[in-house]
């Protein structure tokens, strides 16, 4: 297998791995709309409505950080057959921004998972935890 083969083959799998974000994505979305379509229909009071609206926003930001990944992976792809110092340095800005944006999603869910897990009367101590 040439040189030319192997780029080729890295640059589809790369393309595909992006492909796999964006279906990711749009499932995301769309259950997102779905279920944020269908709360007020739900008769549960208004701490209810709000813990709904936090695990619509909660499962919309895991789907989105697995996309995320995926982007990542699809930029580690890049990275390995691009030529130039410029397109490394481009790939290496976007990889950046993307695990960063991953960190601080990752960091709101699980400051969400304690809130949640923490009885009511222990809430404002958990809160600082994080």
């Known amino acids: 297998m040439d040189l030319d083969a192997v780029k080729t083959l890295t640059i589809w799998l790369a393309t595909m791995t992006e492909g796999i974000a964006g279906i990711v994505i749009a499932v995301a979305v769309i259950e997102a709309a779905f279920r944020t379509a269908v709360l007020p229909f739900r008769d549960r009071g208004p701490d209810a ?8 926003r909660l499962r919309l930001g895991r789907w989105l950080a697995l996309a995320l990944e995926f982007e990542l992976g699809a ?33 709101e869910i699980d400051k969400a998972a304690v809130r949640r897990s923490t009885p009511p009367g222990q809430a404002s101590t958990a809160a600082g935890a994080g």
């Open 75 to 107: 930029d580690i792809l890049r990275t390995a057959v691009a030529p130039t110092w410029s397109e490394i340095g481009q790939l290496a800005a976007i990889a950046a921004v993307r695990t960063a944006l991953n960190f601080f999603l990752q960091r």
């Open 49 to 56: 409505s709000h813990e709904a609206k936090e695990e619509v």
